[in-house]
Structures are given as C-alpha cells and as structure tokens.
C-alpha cells in the first residue's frame, strides 16, 4: 500500500511537468535499485549483528535499544509524543543524526527542536529540497546549490534558455503546498560515487560537486519524492514537518 501510494505521488508530480526531463524517471530507477541493495543489508545486519546498547539522554537517564534497530524517534515517543512532535534532528554522539535512522552503537542522544540553532539550519535545509523538488517538477532544469542561510534557504536553478516570471511564484507555491501536504519521507543513501557521477551525469553543477568536494570513496544522497539531491543531510522525518515556524 505504502509502494502503491509513493508511486502514486511520482507519477502527480511527472504529469504535472512542463517538461517532463527523462533524468528523474533514469534517476528514479537506479535510486530504487540501490534502496533495494539498502534495505537488503540492514536486513541482514537487523538479524545477525543487532545487539543490545547504552543510550546516555541529556538528563543523564539510561535508555535501552537495539543497534541497526533502534531510532532516535522511537526513543522521542517512549519519553512524549509532545517532545517525539516537536523534534526537528536527532544529535548522537555529537554528531546531527536523521530521527529515523537507527543507531548504530552505545551512544549520547539529544533531541533538537526549532529553538536550536542546528535544528533551525537543518529545518531550512529541507525546506530549501521541497523547494528544489517543486522548481525541478516545474522548470525541468539543473538544480545547482541549495543551502540554509540565517534565517531561510533558496534553492538556485539552471535553465539554459529561459527565464522565471513573478506570475509563476504562486504556481510554484502551490507546488510546495501540496509537496508537506503529502508528507514525503526523507530517506538517506550511502553510495560509491562512481555510481552517483552516473546518476547525476545530466547535471555539471552536481558532478562538479562530487569531482571537487567528495574525497572519499562514498557519499550520501536524499530522496524527497521524485526528488533525488546529492546532500550530506540530516533531515526532518518527512515534509509535513514544514510550516511556517
């Protein structure tokens, strides 16, 4: 049912398309095929190498969980569905950590909500992909960079051969309305980045990216939707969390 109603939102969006670019159906395609390949080892790492850990919270309590199992959001629910609500990223061991992804070890864990600085960032970073997901399903172009800033984000796009106009802001609004009315999970991806400079081959702004920024054998990648983005995350669980703050 879950499959059925992702694939749904996938197709909305590419019928929605001025420009219909083959790259997101390419992209989408190989992205599956490695979630495939996700899924299969934490599969296998949740039946052979879970073992029970030490969660240290901020009050100084003792949790209990299972590694490759255990989350940071099902820790947030087992304290309040309040504090589970309001948390925008997970901190474990000192490092921001995607609320659904599981822990991996003994670990500290903190739970940011929007007064934080480093939740706030975060919280403008996913906002900056929904963006991103809507200017990509409307203008078929390159998405480029698309960070936080102090108080927002944007998201820039190139188009080779026109130009935005004010009357299309509400269009793209629309857009990102329905984008959080669909609660699209965040789901992050470690991948080699021989396969990513295959995956993002139609776009020079995201291969320079990985050819002069990543030095190391593998990076992460985030899909929101049809939206596939080279990023280093985290992120909120879904795009529901975004609303006016």
């Known amino acids: 049912e879950e499959k059925k109603k992702e694939k749904e939102t996938v197709n909305r969006h590419q019928n929605d398309l001025q ?9 989408l395609k190989l992205y599956e095929a490695l979630k495939k390949e996700h899924d299969t080892l934490l599969a296998y790492r949740v ?46 061991n000192g490092e921001l950590w995607d ?29 900056a992909h929904i963006l991103g997901e809507a ?19 944007y998201y820039d796009m190139y188009m080779e051969d026109r130009g935005v106009s004010s009357t299309e802001f509400p269009l793209l ?31 020079k702004f995201k291969c320079r990216i990985l050819n002069e920024k990543v030095n190391t054998p593998t990076t992460t990648i985030y899909r929101c939707g049809p939206l596939i983005d080279l990023c280093r995350g985290p992120h909120v669980r879904h795009t529901g969390k975004i609303k006016a703050p």
């Not at 190498?49 to 099902?74: F, H, N, R």
Request: aromatic fraction near 10%.
């Open 173 to 203: 609004e629309n857009r990102c309305k329905n984008i959080i009315k669909e609660k699209q999970a965040f789901e992050r991806l470690e991948v080699k980045k021989e396969i990513l400079l295959d995956m993002f081959k139609y776009n």
């Open 19 to 27: 420009y219909e670019p083959s790259f997101i159906e390419d992209r």
């Open 135 to 153: 200017m990509e399903g409307y203008f078929g172009g390159c998405l480029c960079y698309g960070p936080p800033i102090e108080n927002g984000f």
């Open 99 to 127: 609320l659904d992804r599981p822990l991996e070890g003994d670990c500290t864990l903190e739970l940011l909500t929007f007064d934080n600085e480093e939740a706030k960032a975060v919280y403008w970073h996913s906002s």
């Open 47 to 92: 039946a052979n190498q879970s073992k029970p850990v030490k969660i240290i919270l901020t009050d100084g309590k003792i949790a209990e969980g299972q590694s490759w199992k255990t989350t940071p959001y099902q820790l947030a629910v087992g304290m309040s569905q309040a504090l589970a609500s309001n948390a925008v990223i997970a901190k474990v």
